[in-house]
């Protein structure tokens, strides 16, 4: 199956600090996908990128679909203890959807 | 608004039993998906429906089985549980794939088998 590389595994930061996490691809995408899973949840789409060299902004979180097709950024600016969670990257080829493998943060007050 | 609903939350088996994870949304949704996530992994696609009287393979189908009889549920079944379908399973849906419509999920029925 396909291969969705996330990095870093996990990150522990303060409360205020900016976050960057990214997602790579030995495979070309039509769509790049960002969610937050929450303990004992389903994840949540955070941000949605269908165009090479997209830059899309929700809110605080700020998300690039790479101009190779091949990788995907995600920024969290200021972060507060609330994006505490696992942030995952997706793609999609067809109906077949694919996860990476997520980066778990953790933000200390 | 329910949206997702997933059924038991938990449940233990033995090896061989054979159980049905319960899926049913609300939202008149075309197409529904089953999903399994392994400790520290992302999400792997089981088997997907675009509509009622259809289901595909995703990625990892093997030792499960689904059903679609109409658009609200979307079962998943296991025939003879084994250890390594141990795992949290999730059902979500979505309104079409024409630009990857957003999947709502469900909280996930976790599954160990022992």
């Known amino acids: 199956g396909q291969q969705l590389n996330q990095s870093p595994q996990s990150m522990f930061i303060q409360e205020g600090e900016d976050v960057s996490m990214n997602c790579t691809s030995s495979s070309i995408f039509n769509t790049w996908l960002w969610y937050k899973q929450d303990p004992g949840e389903g994840p949540v789409l955070l941000i949605a990128?269908?165009?090479?060299?997209e830059l899309t902004s929700n809110g605080r979180l700020t998300a690039q679909f790479g101009i190779t097709r091949k990788d995907s950024f995600l920024n969290i600016s200021a972060s507060i203890p609330s994006d505490v969670g696992i942030y995952f990257c997706?793609?999609?080829?067809?109906?077949?959807?694919?996860f990476g493998t997520g980066t778990s943060l953790t933000v200390i007050p | 608004n329910a949206g997702v609903t997933q059924t038991p939350k938990f449940r233990i088996l033995k090896i061989g039993q054979s159980m049905t994870l319960q899926c049913t949304q609300d939202?008149?949704?075309?197409?529904m998906y089953w999903y399994r996530q392994d400790p520290g992994m992302g999400l792997k696609l089981i088997y997907y429906s675009v509509g009622a009287g259809i289901t595909d393979k995703g990625e990892v189908p093997n030792g499960y089985n689904v059903s679609r009889s109409t658009t609200e549920d979307f079962p998943l079944r296991l025939e003879l549980a084994a250890p390594s379908q141990t795992s949290v399973y999730f059902c979500a849906s979505s309104k079409s794939l024409a630009r990857v419509d957003i999947q709502y999920f469900g909280a996930g029925t976790r599954l160990s088998v022992l």
């Open positions: 997706a793609s999609t080829t067809g109906n077949q959807f694919y």
């Open positions: 990128l269908y165009k090479a060299g």
């Open positions: 939202m008149n949704h075309n197409y």
